[in-house]
């Protein structure tokens, strides 16, 4: 099993950036991508970003690309989401996803976390 803890979100306003990050623990060992859905009030959870095993083949969702970055950091087994250039449409729950024996991005995830609050003004 792995446990995903996302930290970051908050309350920013249009224009502004923001990193989140996805720490994960226990079967860390094994190859497993990370991604990133989200979810706004009143809709169904989409997906936003998602990264292979070794940090080499990344894809977006067409809504975020030009503007947001994920990346991750095998050493501490964390993935982030840099956020740039934040719309109001933008504001959701954010939530981490990871699935294990996997060299290959994926937008299907096994494991989830509890999700980090985006919140951008106008």
């Known amino acids: 099993q792995v446990q995903l803890v996302e930290s970051g979100g908050g309350l920013v306003q249009a224009g502004d950036s923001l990193r989140l990050s996805c720490a994960a623990s226990?079967?860390?060992?094994?190859?497993?991508?990370m991604g990133w859905y989200r979810q706004a009030p009143g809709k169904e959870r989409e997906f936003v970003a998602t990264?292979?095993?070794?940090?080499?083949?990344?894809d977006y969702a067409d809504s975020v690309k030009g503007r947001f970055t994920i990346s991750r950091d095998g050493a501490v087994s964390t993935a982030y989401l840099q956020m740039n250039s934040l719309k109001p449409e933008d504001t959701a729950v954010y939530y981490c996803?990871?699935?294990?024996?996997?060299?290959?991005?994926?937008?299907?995830?096994?494991?989830w976390g509890q999700g980090t609050q985006v919140t951008v003004s106008s």
């Open positions: 226990g079967r860390t060992a094994v190859n497993y991508a």
């Open positions: 996803g990871a699935t294990t024996y996997t060299l290959r991005t994926t937008k299907l995830f096994d494991y």
């Open positions: 990264i292979n095993w070794s940090g080499s083949s990344t």
